[in-house]
């Protein structure tokens, strides 16, 4: 799949494995976890290839999240993407890392 950032800093954690953005500093194994995440999105060349990879834990998003998707970095975040399906590739487009203990508010 072919993956796209929305935000900079989330372009610069999979780069740089840092952020110069204040609000969105993570831990070292959190970056990593991340990095590892948009590398199986980068693999799968459909969304059913994610249902493979248990660590994983792909799920659509429902209520006010519909359209989304998300994967799971750690216990405590999880990765949110959107996806257009294309003729070729889908493409995917990183929205945010999200903290579970807002997940689902």
């Not at 750690?74 to 294309?86: H, K």
Request: hydrophobic share 30%; charged share 35%; aromatic share 12%.
């Amino acid at each position: 799949m072919i993956v796209e950032f929305g935000e900079e800093y989330l372009r610069d954690l999979y780069i740089k494995e840092e952020s110069n953005d204040k609000k969105h500093r993570y831990r070292i194994d959190v970056i990593k976890r991340y990095k590892r995440g948009i590398d199986y999105l980068k693999w799968a060349s459909r969304k059913e290839d994610l249902f493979r990879i248990n660590s994983l834990n792909f799920e659509a998003l429902k209520g006010d999240k519909a359209g989304r998707f998300s994967i799971r970095v750690n216990n405590q975040y999880r990765i949110e993407f959107t996806m257009r399906e294309t003729t070729e590739e889908p493409i995917l487009t990183i929205c945010n890392i999200v903290e579970l203990s807002n997940h689902y508010d």
